[in-house]
């Protein structure tokens, strides 16, 4: 399985809350892709929904960053939670699964720009 890094919009990617349309936080921006560079998979988590989501999601495309999932888990995590439904446990959750959760509230954008992109995509990768 790869890493997963679930990414929040408003105040992470981009400068502001909803529903200003801030400037882009290059530096976290850069970072994502150099993530997504390195194997991981992308969830945009954000609140945002309809036209809002439309918006944020072509400035997102337009910074370059490409995402596996929005609002919904990366087909990975999807395919893993059908083969356990097959072998009958249960998965009837909304939860969005993640190795790290990438949002302004979570006071953490310091702490994932320091993350050493390269060993922490390559240790989930053997995994």
Request: with cysteine.
């Amino acid at each position: 399985m790869s890493f997963i890094l679930a990414i929040d919009y408003d105040a992470t990617l981009f400068e502001g809350t909803w529903p200003e349309k801030g400037k882009p936080m290059q530096e976290i921006i850069d970072r994502v892709k150099e993530f997504k560079a390195h194997g991981a998979e992308l969830v945009l988590w954000t609140c945002r929904e309809g036209i809002s989501l439309a918006e944020a999601t072509e400035r997102c495309a337009k910074a370059g960053i490409e995402f596996d999932a929005i609002n919904d888990n990366v087909p990975s995590q999807l395919e893993w939670m059908k083969e356990r439904a097959e072998q009958g446990e249960i998965f009837a959750t909304r939860k969005i699964f993640a190795d790290f959760y990438l949002d302004d509230r979570a006071k953490n954008l310091d702490i994932f720009l320091n993350i050493n992109v390269k060993e922490t995509c390559d240790a989930y990768k053997n995994r």
